[in-house]
């Protein structure tokens, strides 16, 4: 046992030697971090509502071992995209349906219709982006969305004398859908101190079979 013991454990050591030689030789990374937070404006037209504004919070770092030459740099991001609730309303008017009928006895002449519509679009992105020497930075990637549109109903119910005989505010419907959509982006990071830069971009964004444009102006840091 006493001879035993010492030759299980030189071979153990032994054995393990070329892992712990390789464990310390093994390199950290090369890699840069960066934090960026931009406020936006999207033109949100396409799905029937104006711009709205919102923020953009980013981390990402860049890829200092990877050479695509000319003095430029290859980086990976994902950041939290929020915009605010965008809304819009109208008013119209239409003939009573079949099952509109009276009420308490006074034939309904017009139905007077309010609506209001609200979009609500929030996810996150993750991309590429690639930056050169003169402060130009391209960007594409994926955006996990929900989208979310809410509408809201009053009717009022007239008479032939276009007097109110009653209004019921109908229950909101919503139509809420997630999904990946695709955006490319270009932009400028102008060097204001060692570690600070003011950015502006724009983006183009698929989503729902349309495109819409945002365009952010903020500040990035580096370490």
């Not at 093994?26 to 890699?31: E, G, I, R, S, T």
């Not at 950041?79 to 009573?96: C, Y």
Request: proline residues 5%; negative net charge.
């Amino acid at each position: 046992m006493k001879t035993i013991l010492p030759l299980t454990l030189g071979l153990g050591a032994a054995l393990l030697s070329p892992f712990v030689h390789a464990e310390e030789e093994l390199a950290p990374p090369d890699v840069d971090f960066y934090a960026e937070a931009q406020m936006l404006r999207a033109d949100l037209a396409p799905y029937g509502f104006d711009t709205t504004d919102g923020l953009d919070i980013r981390l990402g770092m860049w890829l200092n071992s990877v050479d695509i030459g000319g003095d430029s740099r290859l980086g990976l991001e994902a950041g939290f995209l929020r915009h605010s609730e965008d809304s819009n309303g109208r008013e119209f008017e239409r003939a009573p349906e079949s099952n509109e009928t009276p009420i308490n006895g006074t034939p309904i002449d017009t139905v007077r219709i309010n609506e209001e519509n609200s979009l609500r679009l929030n996810g996150i992105t993750v991309g590429v982006v690639w930056q050169t020497k003169r402060w130009v930075y391209l960007k594409g990637g994926a955006y996990i969305y929900d989208f979310k549109l809410e509408n809201r109903q009053q009717r009022a119910f007239l008479d032939d004398n276009s007097d109110t005989v009653a209004s019921v505010n109908e229950a909101p419907t919503n139509d809420s859908q997630s999904g990946i959509a695709p955006y490319l982006g270009v932009g400028l990071a102008i060097p204001v101190l060692d570690k600070l830069s003011v950015t502006a971009d724009y983006r183009q964004t698929q989503l729902e079979s349309e495109n819409y444009g945002t365009f952010g102006v903020g500040l990035r840091f580096s370490n």
